[in-house]
């Protein structure tokens, strides 16, 4: 029932819908299978790129000047890519098409400017006007006021007052370093003492960026006066205390914190996936390393910095730099994908290529590692998934959802012990209020989120509905036998019932946004067999309706995380955000609705010649408001996944006896 894309209106502004042909899905099917196919890795794995905002390409010419380790061809091409992306206003956006963020706008001007890029230039000259028109650099997030210290620009009172003897503080202590998210944790540790000791960068040109103040550095009062609550304030003085007694801490105890953090991430290096196998923690331990005088040629060294370059990409004359990477996350999603496809078109080749993914899964799950999701379960037993090739300390229940219900859904006896060694490490990591956070359990001391160091309000892992949904996508799936998990289930619902939005949707914490949100809940749901009819379910869908876009495709831009009132909309329709609506859909039992039928339309038309769809938008947030991604495999799995549970359902009704009078 599928009508060609050759006679499709380019418009949904009538009242009928031509039947489409099933050859057509079947081709359309067909062509994003063998293309996906094509992109697996000969070891079983899909990878596809993960790209961010301007922020980590421009800190990794700015770790090279730090270090004096510059490579003059790779930084030619990383600046040849950050010239490519400016707004037409001048600014550098958090995501494409976004407005410009003055952290990231400052931080490309200063990589551009190190990359030898004059002042004048057109790309600097804007920039430098739209950074003075905005208050100018001290208006700069925390982050980016540590990178100006570091670089003698401004002044450490500008940054807030992060002493490696918080290393030595008491659990009890309402500041503690297992409080905080895992992200946080792998950052702040090499960072405290990068701070501390208030290293400076060699920058062996000694180029600063004095022209983008409008009070010189030394005279400006008012780095911090974005805190305003009154908790805020009180921390912000108790910062300034600290910062006042800091020359009066013996040498032998910041002797002892030093060496606490540095065993700490140390021990948590990771080999040549670096430390948390995340850009910002990996920069900030290779620069501890300098610091304390590790040579260049030390092996450990040249290992950290291995991990960082791995995370380039490379492609001709430009570069840049990913945040990580996402193997398992990509692998597993695509096997989700391709498990759809072949559920009623068995085919030799995707069966092949699904043994070989969930082999290679198999083989990275985690059992007995020390990871840091013990400090709050200490006696469970291990069976998570990381989200990269390896980050033994930091698997995530999200991940680890996925793989094991691929696992599941490929119904193999050899899969059972992978099986049931997730399903028991994700039921209890499961917080008090029901919900699931991604790497560890009741992290929500929220009043940390006030804290200085913290303007980017993501200091935290609480539960969210996203991963929530997931979590009762596998465990109610097992507690139709495994009636152990079934408080676990009941408990998980009633979060995510108490979680959904007045009108519907829920939120996406990893995906954008609402429209993410609301299917992942509503895949957990029918996974864990909530009836359709389930007033929660069809208030779902009447949203989702309602967001239907003019073209028959959904959207929805990041917006809406700084603005809830434009939740689930967009200027445009992406094959990211209409797979992910007909899939809820379909979970919703919707298969016949028309809005079913025009979404799989608008993905038959703007399917490419290569079989695969092109969203050009950021559609995730690393930190919501703060920091985005761009996953490259969203709008290739995704639509192919759409189309295939479609013609599926299809199928299935078709197959279903006539109504006897």
């Known amino acids: 029932m599928l009508i060609e894309n050759l006679l499709y209106a380019d418009q949904y502004a009538i009242d009928g819908i031509a039947p489409h042909s099933a050859s057509t899905l079947d081709d359309a099917i067909k062509l994003a299978t063998a293309e996906l196919l094509s992109l697996q890795n000969q070891q079983g794995y899909w990878v596809f790129e993960l790209e961010a905002d301007c922020t980590i390409p421009a800190e990794y010419i700015l770790m090279m000047h730090y270090l004096d380790e510059i490579d003059s061809v790779l930084q030619r091409k990383i600046a040849h890519f950050l010239r490519g992306h400016q707004n037409p206003d ?7 098409g976004g407005p410009g963020d003055i952290s990231c706008t400052i931080k490309v001007y200063y990589a551009l400017k190190l990359a030898g890029d004059d002042i004048q230039s057109p790309t600097l000259h804007s920039a430098g006007e739209w950074i003075r028109h905005r208050g100018g650099a001290a208006k700069a997030n925390v982050f980016t006021r540590i990178m100006l210290a570091m670089f003698e620009q401004v002044p450490w009172r500008a940054a807030p007052f992060i002493p490696v003897e918080i290393m030595l503080l008491p659990k009890w202590f309402p500041f503690h370093i297992d409080k905080v998210s895992y992200w946080s944790r792998t950052v702040m540790v090499p960072l405290s003492i990068l701070c501390s000791y208030k290293v400076k960068a060699r920058n062996p040109s000694k180029i600063g960026v004095a022209e983008l103040f409008l009070i010189p550095p030394d005279q400006e009062t008012h780095y911090f006066s974005h805190v305003k609550t009154p908790l805020g304030k009180a921390i912000l003085l108790l910062d300034r205390l ?62 950290a910095r291995a991990a960082i370059d791995k995370l380039l990409v490379v492609k001709g004359d430009t570069a840049y730099c990913q945040p990580c990477v ?32 969930l082999h290679w899964l198999a083989g990275k799950q985690l059992r007995d590692e020390p990871g840091d999701w013990q400090i709050q379960r200490p006696s469970l037993a291990g069976g998570g998934w990381a989200f990269q090739f390896g980050n033994s300390y930091y698997p995530d229940v999200d991940d680890t959802a996925v793989v094991a219900y691929a696992m599941l859904q490929a119904d193999d006896v050899k899969y059972a012990g992978n099986i049931q060694r997730a399903a028991g490490w994700i039921a209890g990591m499961q917080s008090r209020n029901g919900g699931y956070g991604a790497f560890d359990a009741d992290n929500t001391h929220y009043y940390l989120n006030q804290i200085p160091f913290a303007d980017h309000g993501a200091l935290l892992d609480p539960p969210t509905a996203d991963v929530s949904g997931r979590c009762i996508m596998l465990l109610g799936k097992l507690a139709v036998r495994h009636l152990e998990y079934g408080t676990v289930v009941k408990d998980c619902l009633a979060y995510l019932r108490a979680q ?32 359709r009819n389930d007033p929660s379910i069809q208030k779902a869908v009447l949203w989702l309706k309602a967001k239907q876009r003019a073209d028959g495709g959904w959207g929805e831009d990041n ?13 445009n329709s992406t094959a990211f955000h209409t797979a ?37 938008s950021f559609n995730a947030p690393g930190f919501p408001k703060f920091f985005y991604l761009k996953y490259h495999g969203y709008d290739k799995f995704f639509p192919l996944w759409a189309l295939a549970r479609y013609r599926n359902d299809r199928y299935a009704a078709d197959m279903r006896p006539a109504a006897t009078a």
């Not at 040629?297 to 040249?302: E, G, K, L, M, V």
């Not at 695509?334 to 092949?352: I, K, W, Y």
């Not at 919703?588 to 695969?612: C, W």
Request: net charge negative.
């Open 242 to 303: 600290g910062r006042r007694l800091e020359r009066f801490i013996p040498d032998s105890i910041r002797r002892k914190a030093t060496a606490k953090a540095c065993d700490w991430f140390m021990a948590r290096l990771n080999g040549i996936d670096g430390l948390g196998a995340i850009f910002t923690a990996m920069v900030n331990a290779y620069e501890v390393m300098d610091y304390l005088g590790v040579p260049v040629d030390d092996p450990q060294r040249q290992i």
């Open 326 to 357: 996402s193997p398992i996350w990509d692998t597993g999603l695509a096997a989700l994908t391709l498990q759809e496809v072949d559920r009623h078109a068995s085919d030799p080749h995707t069966r092949q290529a699904l043994q070989a993914a």
């Open 580 to 616: 992910l609506a007909i899939l809820a859909l379909l979970s919703a039992g919707e298969t016949d609705s028309r809005e079913v039928e025009t979404g799989v339309h608008h993905l038959l038309k703007t399917q490419r010649a290569d079989g695969f769809w092109r969203d050009d």
């Open 90 to 96: 001048g600014s550098y956006p958090l995501y494409k």
């Open 559 to 571: 917006l809406g995380y700084h603005d809830a009132s434009v939740r689930g909309e967009a200027d």
């Open 500 to 531: 959904q939005e007045s009108d519907g949707s829920w939120f996406g914490r990893w995906g954008t946004n609402y429209i993410y949100g609301t299917w992942s809940v509503l895949y957990g749901y029918e996974a864990a067999g909530i009836p």
